[in-house]
T-cell receptor, first 114, second 113 residues
């Protein structure tokens, strides 16, 4: 069965500093991996995904994520955080067997302090 | 504007009421989803439809009844709900055109009183 773990409920970072939001996953076969962001009272917005190829994936708003197969991780990163990045971030995984079941982590709240 | 539209955005209903949530996608996708988002809990996948056929029912109580008349529309019919069913219900869609990425609507906030 697929599963996703986001070990941190909350990440605090100062504006201008790099940020990392952690995600580990479990799936049989090769994974499709996703990051989404949710602002208050909104739905989830797609940030980036890994399907195959380069382990470093670049996405919206300057975010990137690194796929590490041996550690089964897909951490979200940004070189320089903005206050406006403060939001709830979700990691998600889907197997590549052709099904539609995408499983989400519990979410990590990011606070960027000015 | 996300391409996935949910109505109503807010709904308050009594435990004996019958109501429905509606979702429409304008992205040409073939798969549609209902997720439930409760405070301090992971997003819960409820139902998945692919080309109008249900492919996932994640042990959802029968007081939630989905309906997918075509690939663009998805409903969630609600009947005799409990206060613990109060949550944000998110509709989403995906397809080959999106590289199988799921795109979400803005959600319907449900309060059961």
């Amino acid at each position: 069965a697929q599963s996703v773990a986001q070990p941190e409920d909350q990440v605090n970072v100062a504006e201008g500093n790099p940020l990392t939001v952690k995600c580990t996953y479990s799936v049989s076969g090769n994974p499709y991996l996703f990051w989404y962001v949710q602002y208050p009272n909104r739905g989830l917005q797609f940030l980036l995904k890994y399907i195959t190829g380069d382990n470093l994936v670049k996405g919206s708003y300057g975010f990137e994520a690194e796929f590490n197969k041996s550690q089964t991780s897909f951490h979200l990163k940004k070189p320089s955080a903005l206050v406006s990045d403060s939001a709830l971030y979700f990691c998600a995984v889907r197997d590549n067997t052709g099904g539609f079941k995408t499983i989400f982590g519990a979410g990590t709240r990011l606070f960027v302090k000015a | 504007e996300t391409g996935v539209t949910q109505t109503p955005r807010h709904l308050v209903m009594g435990m004996t009421n019958k109501k429905s949530l509606k979702c429409e996608q304008h992205l040409g996708h073939n798969a549609m989803y209902w997720y439930k988002q409760s405070a301090k809990k992971p997003l819960e996948l409820m139902f998945v439809y692919n080309f109008k056929e249900q492919t996932e029912n994640n042990s959802v109580p029968s007081r939630f009844s989905p309906e997918c008349p075509n690939s663009s529309h998805l409903f969630l019919h609600l009947h005799t709900l409990q206060p613990e069913d109060s949550a944000l219900y998110l509709c989403a869609s995906s397809g080959e055109s999106s590289g199988n990425t799921i795109y979400f609507g803005e959600g319907s906030w449900l309060t059961v009183v």
